[in-house]
């Protein structure tokens, strides 16, 4: 059973336009989700956060927003560069819970120039 | 400041032979997390360890999979009796606070590959 979906499973941009990554999940209890980036060769790296109290964070050209309701989020990247070209996880947990960080399956994004 | 290091970064092992990963985390953290990341099951918790105590294996496979920590600064995944299914790059990570923040800091990963 996969608990935090992605999609979609992979994403062709070109450079300046904006990146939409969804994210979906199951379980209520999940309050806080962070989106983890990974290159080839390298371990993923966490990239921007969202509690489960907030619609919306901001980093730079990264977006998160988020629908409790709809248990659905989004990761926009705005002005995308081809050096954003990586693989983009979606990734709960419960912070009150077991400490298992759960990941969806990933969104490879290309960036094309 | 170092990030997690994990050693060795590739290993090849025959079916039935014995495979120990190594993972030194960030000086300072309190809890160490492993992970398994394949093209078909994604990024799997196997386990973690708060301040060396193991808290939570639920992932890890029964029988041929252990993993320890006996001090602060080393933890080790060991894989008895490697099967081909076992390949994958095993993924280190840890986190500073004891409390549950999903805020993990990632080794390169050890690739395994079983023949």
């Known amino acids: 059973q996969q608990q935090v979906r992605q999609s979609p499973q992979s994403l062709t941009v070109w450079e300046g336009e904006t990146a939409i990554l969804n994210c979906s999940y199951e379980?209520?209890?999940?309050?806080?989700f962070p989106w983890y980036q990974q290159f080839p060769g390298e371990g993923p790296a966490l990239l921007i956060a969202?509690?489960?109290?907030?619609d919306k964070k901001e980093d730079g050209r990264f977006t998160i927003f988020f629908n409790k309701r709809e248990k659905k989020l989004s990761l926009h990247i705005t002005d995308s560069q081809p050096g954003d070209s990586a693989t983009y996880f979606c990734?709960?947990?419960?912070?009150?819970?077991?400490?298992?960080?759960?990941f969806g399956e990933g969104t490879k994004l290309t960036v094309s120039s | 400041n170092a990030g997690v290091i994990q050693t060795p970064r590739h290993k090849v092992t025959g079916k039935g032979q014995e495979a120990t990963l190594w993972c030194e985390p960030i000086?300072?953290?309190?809890?160490v997390f492993w992970y398994r990341q394949t093209i078909v099951q994604g990024l799997e918790f196997l386990t973690y360890?708060?301040?060396?105590?193991?808290?939570?294996d639920s992932g890890m496979p029964k029988e041929r999979f252990s993993a320890q920590m006996p001090n602060q600064s080393h933890s080790t995944l060991k894989i008895q009796s490697t099967q081909p299914q076992d390949s994958a790059v095993y993924l280190c990570?840890?986190?500073?606070?004891?409390?549950?923040?999903?805020?993990?800091?990632f080794g390169e990963g050890s690739k395994l590959t079983v023949l």
């Open positions: 990570a840890s986190s500073f606070r004891v409390a549950n923040t999903g805020q993990l800091y």
């Open positions: 379980n209520s209890a999940f309050d806080y």
């Open positions: 969202i509690r489960s109290v907030s």
């Open positions: 990734a709960a947990i419960n912070q009150g819970g077991s400490a298992k960080l759960i």
């Open positions: 000086s300072g953290h309190s809890a």
């Open positions: 360890f708060r301040n060396q105590a193991p808290i939570d």
